[in-house]
């Protein structure tokens, strides 16, 4: 057989693995910037430092803020079973401080965008 043809077997399998690995660096880079936004309102960060709260984060959504009920109080959680293996845990009040800051990170994604789109030409390159 030539190389030609044992090649695209090869190829045809890796181009699935190069952006499976490409989505889970995204979905990592996301994780990390939530976990910073959830620190930064005041959530506190868990660790699943037992094999209890390992199983038990791993029955968690992973990497969505979830809120549910304990004891009559609204909790929220956001569960990373594999950066931190951690479970951040905050209150209504961290809650609310979070979803400003989410607004406020996507305002500013938003101007940076709006600022590239404008950039050295104007709103129309080509003089319209």
Known sequence: ????ILGR???LLSVPLLV???CATIRRHEADNTERMLTAAGFQ???ADTPERLAHLSTMPPYKVVS???????????ADPE????????GPKE?????????NREIARE???ASMNWGLWGPFPWGW
């Not at 057989?1 to 030609?4: D, E, G, I, N």
């Not at 950066?83 to 905050?90: A, E, T």
């Open 1 to 4: 057989m030539s190389r030609a």
């Open 9 to 11: 077997p090869v190829m």
């Open 20 to 22: 499976l690995s490409g």
């Open 45 to 47: 960060m868990r660790p």
């Open 68 to 78: 549910r009920t304990k004891d009559g109080n609204v909790v929220y959680t956001f």
């Open 83 to 90: 950066n931190c293996h951690c479970l951040y845990v905050g």
């Open 95 to 103: 809650y609310s401080t979070y979803q400003r800051l989410s607004v």
């Open 111 to 113: 101007q940076d965008m």
